[in-house]
């Protein structure tokens, strides 16, 4: 299994970005995928899941801001983040409901 997240960076308070995860080694459209953040010193918080029937769910922190979204045909989930707060400044990771596992991770720092 392979996930390798991009698209982070940095950005200014009420900036966006869009995250990518693209997903190897199993039927990626038999499963469902979340997406969650960490930062330094504190533990994982999940931010996000798509089942694969394209239903989404969401964090109260980042609900109406985040947008989780897959594209079976590639293999690849997204997430679309939209009015970005400086508490949004994290690690971000894709997960696999097929076994667990999680990428190496996309910084996102949010500042002015």
């Known amino acids: ?5 991009s698209g982070g960076g940095s950005v200014q308070p009420g900036g966006s970005l869009t995250l990518s995860c693209a997903a190897s080694g199993f039927t990626f459209s038999s499963f469902d995928m979340s997406w969650t953040r960490q930062v330094p ?3 994982l918080e ?3 899941r798509i089942y694969t029937d394209g239903t989404t769910t969401y964090a109260a922190s980042v609900k ?8 079976n045909a590639k293999n690849t989930v997204y997430l679309r983040m939209n009015s970005l707060k400086v508490e949004d400044t994290a690690n971000y990771f894709c997960q696999t409901d ?3 596992s999680r990428g190496q991770g996309t910084q996102v ?3 002015s």
């Open 64 to 71: 109406g801001r985040f947008t989780m979204s897959r594209d």
């Open 1 to 5: 299994v392979q996930l390798v997240e």
């Open 98 to 100: 097929y076994d667990g």
């Open 46 to 48: 999940w931010v996000s």
């Open 109 to 111: 720092t949010v500042s």
């Open 41 to 43: 010193g504190k533990g």
